[in-house]
């Protein structure tokens, strides 16, 4: 049986598509935005001087920003730091949905990283590896961190360790903002925003 298009929807839905609905100019408002956008990213900064980094005391350690989506850079998809841990001591643990990559400037240590599972029905349902893969690292080592696999970084080294961690935003841009310190590192109880879920 063909379905003739122009008779597919009833008169009562032709009627209602235009009817009843709020007035509104999202549309043009967007367009606005976007100009206005392409304006002020020309005067955005294209390269980040090593004295205006901001440095700051996290849940997760000392780190030092590189890139930030509030250091109005041209950059507009990743965030990059650089963690500092101290001799024998270790960061915190954390998950978010975003995959991370880190790379090793100086010091030697491990990773922990505690997998994820998940199911999907109505809601999703997550749980997490109790026994975590260690992963060993030193300078000049590429880290990978699957999305959501909570994670922590241990020095093992006698000098504090440096390492460049980078993010990505894509995550948060399209609705899933999905970030938890799920324990703070020792000496940064005080900066800690425990999960809401735990």
Partial sequence: ??????TFADAIERQRAKSGAPEVSFYKEALEESQKF???????????KWDTMPMERSADGLIKHIINERMDTKECC???????IEAGKATGTSRHLSEEIAFVIEGTGHDLHYDVHFECKTAFE??????P???????GDFIYVPPYVAHKRVNT??????VVVCNSR???????????????AEGFEDVWVPPADE
Wanted: charged fraction near 35%.
């Fill in 126 to 131: 997550w749980t997490w590896d109790t026994t």
């Fill in 1 to 6: 049986m063909s379905i003739d298009p122009t």
């Fill in 78 to 84: 990743i965030d990059i730091y650089m963690q500092f």
């Fill in 170 to 184: 894509v995550m948060k841009a399209i609705g899933l903002d999905w970030f938890d310190q799920l324990e703070p």
């Fill in 38 to 48: 392409r304006k002020e990213y020309d005067d955005r900064v294209n390269v980040v």
């Fill in 157 to 162: 080294s006698e000098i504090e360790a440096r």
């Fill in 133 to 139: 893969k260690k992963y060993e690292w030193g300078p």
